[in-house]
């Protein structure tokens, strides 16, 4: 994990997308934010060694790929788990059945999507300094 690389978010809803696009750009990290909206191609991008991100964030319910079957994907890559990126699902799901499932993997966090902008800011500011202050294996 490198502290000043890439957010990686991978979100196919074009709403939610530019929902979290303002949701960033107020809390005004440094940090570049490369947005996905086909989960099929974010594996390539990630296993190109010049990529290191600070965060992944994934919706779960995508079509092509869902969340689930793309963090299968990443973790059956050896390239990218050196990498140690936290993996973050974020989803309008409550569901247990679907928080029981996301972390039958190793994952991070699990999120709801917040529909107020102050709330969903929160979180997500709360998400970002736990990880700003977490220590990780790879200090690149």
Do not use: H
Not at 88 to 110: D, W
Request: charged share 25%; net charge negative.
């Amino acid at each position: 994990m490198k502290i000043s690389g890439e957010i990686i978010i991978i979100e196919d809803d074009q709403d939610d997308r530019d929902f979290l696009k303002e949701i960033f750009e107020s809390l005004n990290y440094p940090n570049k934010i490369v947005f996905f909206e086909d989960p099929t191609k974010v594996v390539d991008y990630l296993s190109d060694e010049t990529v290191n991100p600070f965060l992944i964030i994934s919706d779960i319910n995508m079509p092509k790929l869902n969340g689930y079957e793309l963090r299968n994907e990443i973790l059956n890559n050896s390239d990218i788990n050196k990498k140690c990126v936290p993996y973050i699902f974020l989803s309008t799901s409550q569901n247990p059945e679907n928080v029981i499932k996301a972390y039958e993997f190793p994952i991070q966090g699990y999120f709801k999507k917040q529909e107020n902008f102050s709330e969903y800011k929160e979180m997500i500011n709360k998400i970002m300094q736990c990880w700003f202050t977490s220590l990780s294996p790879v200090f690149r």
